[in-house]
Nanobody, 120 residues
Framework: QVQLVESGGGLVQAGGSLRVSCAVS????????MAWFRQAPGKERDIVASILWIGGNTYYADSVKGRFTISRENAKNTVWLQMNSLKPEDTAVYYC?????????????WGQGTQVTISS
């Protein structure tokens, strides 16, 4: 059973940077499509970024393009989301997710989430 554990959330001022990480156990990041989602209060959970298991192609939501970077390190079985130029609207609970295929049919595993709060 794949387990995902996020860490690195916190409180940052607008314009600052933060990196959240997702440690994977029971599976291999190089064979999983990994993604970060976020959910703000009263809103739906939306995908922020993903990295395909084969080829490593990445996807970013328009709202974070040019500011966020998703990456993975196979040796550490970890995925990161580097967030720069943070805005108050980036405030949300950030979830790590993994899919056994491309993710187009949904994600199979989820972490518990980590809170990211951006102050203005």
């Amino acid at each position: 059973q794949v387990q995902l554990v996020e860490s690195g959330g916190g409180l940052v001022q607008a314009g600052g940077s933060l990196r959240v990480s997702c440690a994977v156990s029971g599976g291999t990041v190089s064979r999983l499509t990994m993604a970060w989602f976020r959910q703000a209060p009263g809103k739906e959970r939306d995908i922020v970024a993903s990295i395909l298991w084969i080829g490593g192609n990445t996807y970013y939501a328009d709202s974070v393009k040019g500011r966020f970077t998703i990456s993975r390190e196979n040796a550490k079985n970890t995925v990161w989301l580097q967030m720069n130029s943070l805005k108050p609207e980036d405030t949300a609970v950030y979830y790590c997710a993994a899919a056994k295929s491309s993710g187009a049919r949904g994600y199979d595993y989820w972490g518990q989430g980590t809170q990211v709060t951006i102050s203005s």
